[in-house]
């Protein structure tokens, strides 16, 4: 645990980057999780529109509306008050105009109290990307996997594996970081094409999800992280603890102590003086059985 964290800023993620040391970014969608998190003392939290699947059951992020993200962002933001809380922009809340798009990233700061907004997209979203740092919202760019055009790109599959994909992904890093966002996320593109892009990249931050130790930093989805997500998991998420078997165990041993009558035990439970209950009965005379 994190005695007495700062509140993270943009200048302090730099000066790690600066410093040689690796920053730290988790996915977070709840105040509970968020609470633990900020104690733990990870750096960034991104409220991603994967809530869609790992909260709400759906088969992609494609459903997720921005009310959906904006309530789940506040109880993060309450929840963590001094990691660097980023909304990630659901789909079609910023393809549309650049004016969707500034409304959107507005949203999340002014309503749900975010530090940054992240979308997806190359040099074709660099307006949006242009407009939303011009209206005062740091912005991170996401490139690679980019889940909400999953359909386009073949389904959830490394990206970036030929020269000419790989160059494609380069030229988007810039383009981005041309126009205004401060950090690009690289998702699933292999280890040496994050290293190549990290360490040409002067002005912006490298974050990578399942591409390589080469980055400024990493971002894992929390129920991959945790094996709280039933359907799968990802190859290239490492589960840190198995909460999953732990809540199911949990779960399997109160169905057991309710269906036995162990619980509640007394220290589960709140006593009543004799002499309230004498009285209770008898204010009840002569009612009998409550119908
Ligand atoms: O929504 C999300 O969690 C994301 C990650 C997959 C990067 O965008």
């Known amino acids: 645990m994190v005695a007495d964290r700062k509140k993270m800023t943009l200048p302090m993620l730099f000066e790690k980057v600066a410093r040689g040391?690796?920053?730290?970014?988790?996915?977070?969608?709840?105040?509970?999780?968020?609470?633990?998190?900020?104690?733990?003392?990870?750096?960034?939290i991104l409220v991603g529109d994967s809530l869609g699947m790992t909260m709400l059951g759906f088969d992609s992020t494609l459903p997720v509306t921005m009310d959906?993200?904006?309530?789940?962002?506040?109880?993060?933001?309450?929840?963590?008050?001094?990691?660097?809380?980023?909304?990630?922009?659901?789909?079609?809340?910023?393809?549309?105009?650049?004016?969707s798009a500034i409304r959107n990233a507005g949203r999340f700061m002014a309503e749900a109290g975010c530090d940054a907004v992240k979308l997806?997209?190359?040099?074709?979203?660099?307006?949006?990307?242009a407009g939303i740092a011009r209206a005062g919202i740091p912005v991170i760019g996401h490139l690679g996997l980019t889940p909400q055009s999953a359909s386009a790109l073949g389904g959830f599959r490394l990206?970036?594996?030929?020269?000419?994909?790989a160059k494609k992904i380069v030229d988007d890093t810039a383009a981005l970081v041309d126009a205004g966002a401060f950090c690009v996320l690289l998702e699933l593109v292999p280890d040496r094409l994050c290293g190549l892009i990290t360490e040409r990249t002067k002005d912006a931050i490298i974050m990578g999800l399942g591409s390589g130790p080469h980055?400024?930093?990493?971002?894992?989805?929390?129920?991959d992280a945790f094996a709280l997500y039933p359907k799968f998991k990802p190859r290239m998420a490492k589960v840190f603890a198995d909460a999953g078997a732990v809540i199911r165990e949990g779960l399997a041993a109160?169905?057991?102590?309710?269906?036995?009558?162990?619980?509640?035990?007394?220290?589960?439970?709140f006593g009543m003086k004799d002499d309230e209950y004498d009285e209770l009965v008898r204010l009840l005379e002569p009612r009998g059985d409550i119908q």
Not at 159 to 165: C, N, R
Not at 217 to 223: A, K, P, R, S, V
Request: hydrophobic content about 40%.
């Open 159 to 165: 990206q970036g594996k030929s020269a000419a994909q």
């Open 215 to 223: 980055a400024h930093g990493q971002l894992l989805i929390y129920h």
């Open 120 to 129: 997806e997209g190359g040099a074709e979203m660099a307006d949006r990307v």
């Open 68 to 99: 959906d993200m904006i309530r789940h962002a506040a109880a993060v933001r309450r929840g963590a008050p001094n990691a660097w809380v980023v909304g990630d922009m659901p789909y079609m809340s910023y393809q549309p105009s650049v004016e």
């Open 254 to 269: 109160y169905v057991r102590e309710v269906t036995e009558r162990t619980f509640p035990a007394p220290e589960n439970w």
């Open 21 to 44: 040391e690796q920053i730290t970014w988790l996915t977070c969608y709840d105040y509970p999780t968020a609470y633990l998190q900020d104690q733990a003392g990870v750096d960034m």
